[in-house]
């Protein structure tokens, strides 16, 4: 009787957990919590940081929860190369870099780092524009684990230095930081200086160490890095602009849900558009932000402006004929500059 009594009970509980699983089991493996979207960039506290907050939010608005943002700025994840590479292999999955630093997957992506490409922001912002731009630079790396989702301005770029650069002689034979792009180490060289490529977390150390005597990059990192304590002398070259891509991983693309990836697809290219607006303030607060500071703001005589230009220009042109590949590209960007100038 007892062992009847037993088996009795045993197949109740059996029955009541096999219950429970067909009710509760399919929900939970439905639900296993929210896609994890990592965003990593090398600045902090200026509109390249704004964008990825505004798209983070977009997504997670948009997406109902279902993807969770975080935000990695000022290189958290690591070097500029490592967040590359990371988000090549999956392990992050927006990168929010300029494309110049992309050049060791295709050296075609440098071409918008050229010197003279365009004279002011509102160029720019319709330079990202143009169809034919969008379609080349981010269908760069298509085959290296990236998906170009979005394409933006950064900033024009400016020159900071320990001592004043003020004419074109004051050039010669400074070692200056710039951006990962032959397009800017030839067109320094041209002016007599030595361009040194190095990655935005190294920069500030090695201009106060003496390792550099300034950098190439936007008012807005000098401004939010708080360079004034180590270079005060801002020159105001507005060359070559400072654009940004917005990368995912494709191998996380990929792997979203089609409804997911229409999302993160739209709010990327939307908040592209919108963060104009912002950096257009951001670049007048940041001017005004380093005189505030104690810093000084130069320009070039208009002699001295015209025939940097000149120079920058012609070494553009040089290092585009080096190859057939960055040649077209090259074609490509400063026809569309033209048509929107």
């Known amino acids: 009787m007892n062992l009847v009594k037993v088996g009795l009970r045993a197949a109740v509980a059996a029955a009541v957990v096999f219950s429970y699983a067909a009710i509760h089991g399919p929900a939970r493996a439905a639900d296993p919590g ?24 977009a997504v997670e608005k948009d997406s109902g929860g279902r993807i969770k943002p975080e935000i990695y700025p000022a290189s958290q994840l690591g070097s500029i190369p490592r967040q590359i590479e990371g988000t090549q292999f999956g392990s992050i999955q927006v990168a929010v870099i300029p494309p110049e630093f992309f050049v060791g997957i295709d050296p075609r992506f440098e071409v918008m780092a050229a010197p003279g490409l365009v004279g002011s922001l509102p ?15 981010l269908g760069l790396g298509a085959n290296k684990g990236l998906y170009g989702a979005a394409l933006f301005v950064g900033n024009p770029s400016f020159l900071v230095s320990k001592m004043p650069v003020r004419t074109l002689a004051d050039f010669k034979g400074k070692k200056l930081r710039v951006l990962a792009s032959e397009f800017q180490i030839k067109a320094l ?72 990836r229409k999302i993160v697809d739209e709010d990327a290219a939307r908040e592209s558009v919108t963060i104009n607006a912002v950096t257009e303030q951001y670049f007048a607060n940041g001017q005004k932000q380093w005189t505030e500071k104690g810093g000084e703001l130069i320009d070039l005589s208009p002699d001295d402006q015209a025939a940097m230009m000149e120079s920058m220009a012609s070494a553009a042109d040089e290092v585009a004929k080096k190859n057939p590949d960055v040649a077209a590209a090259y074609q490509i960007v400063t026809a569309a500059a033209k048509r929107v100038k």
């Not at 200026?46 to 983070?56: L, P, V």
């Not at 990192?221 to 917005?246: C, H, L, N």
């Open 34 to 57: 929210p896609i994890v979207m990592k965003i990593t960039l090398p600045t902090i506290n200026e509109n390249t940081h704004q964008y990825a907050k505004n798209f983070a939010a």
């Open 189 to 260: 060289e041209r002016l007599g200086a030595t361009a040194v490529a190095m990655s935005l977390g190294d920069v500030l150390p090695a201009i106060q160490q003496g390792a550099i005597d300034g950098a190439v990059s936007a008012i807005t990192v000098f401004t939010s890095m708080q360079y004034e304590d180590a270079a005060k002398y801002v020159t105001r070259t507005g060359q070559p602009t400072i654009f940004i891509a917005v990368e995912f991983s494709r191998k996380w693309h990929d792997s979203l849900p089609a409804d997911l």
């Open 123 to 137: 160029q720019a912002e319709r330079l990202t524009a143009d169809p034919e731009v969008k379609k080349l630079i």
